[in-house]
C-alpha cells in the first residue's frame, strides 16, 4: 500500500527557511511528475513545486527563486527547500506523486505558519 507522509512543517519568522520532507512507501508504478502543493485557509489548492518524470521542474512564481524542490531516490522522500519564507507563504502544504497507471497520491499535510 503506498504511503506519502509528510514532515518538517512548523511555526518560523519572516525570512527564515524551512525543509519540507516526504516519505513514500510503497511501489507506485510509471511515475509522472512527484512534487508539493499547499492550500491556504479560504483558497484552493495550488501546485508550489514539480519534479518531471525526465527530471526537469517547474515552480509556482510566487515561490520561484527562494523554493527548491530535490529527491532522493535512496530513500524514497522528496524535499521541498523553502528559503525567504513571506506571511503568505502559510498554507498547508502537502505531497503529491502522480503515475500514469494509478492517478494521484496525496499525503495528508503538514502545516506552514510563517509569522510578520
Known amino acids: 500500500q503506498v504511503q506519502l507522509v509528510e514532515s518538517g512543517g512548523g511555526l518560523v519568522q519572516a525570512g527564515g527557511s524551512l525543509r519540507l520532507s516526504c516519505a513514500v512507501s510503497?511501489?507506485?508504478?510509471?511515475?509522472?511528475?512527484m512534487g508539493w502543493y499547499r492550500q491556504a485557509p479560504g483558497k484552493q489548492r495550488e501546485l508550489v513545486a514539480q519534479i518531471i518524470s525526465g527530471g526537469s521542474t517547474n515552480y509556482a512564481d510566487s515561490v520561484k527563486g527562494r523554493f527548491t524542490i530535490s529527491r532522493d531516490n535512496a530513500k524514497n522522500t522528496i524535499y521541498l527547500q523553502m528559503n525567504s519564507l513571506k506571511p503568505e507563504d502559510t498554507a498547508v502544504y502537502y505531497c503529491?506523486?502522480?503515475?500514469?497507471?494509478?492517478?494521484?497520491?496525496w499525503g495528508k499535510g503538514t502545516l506552514v505558519t510563517v509569522s510578520s
Open positions: 510503497g511501489t507506485i508504478f510509471s511515475i509522472n511528475h
Open positions: 503529491n506523486v502522480n503515475s500514469l497507471r494509478r492517478g494521484d497520491y
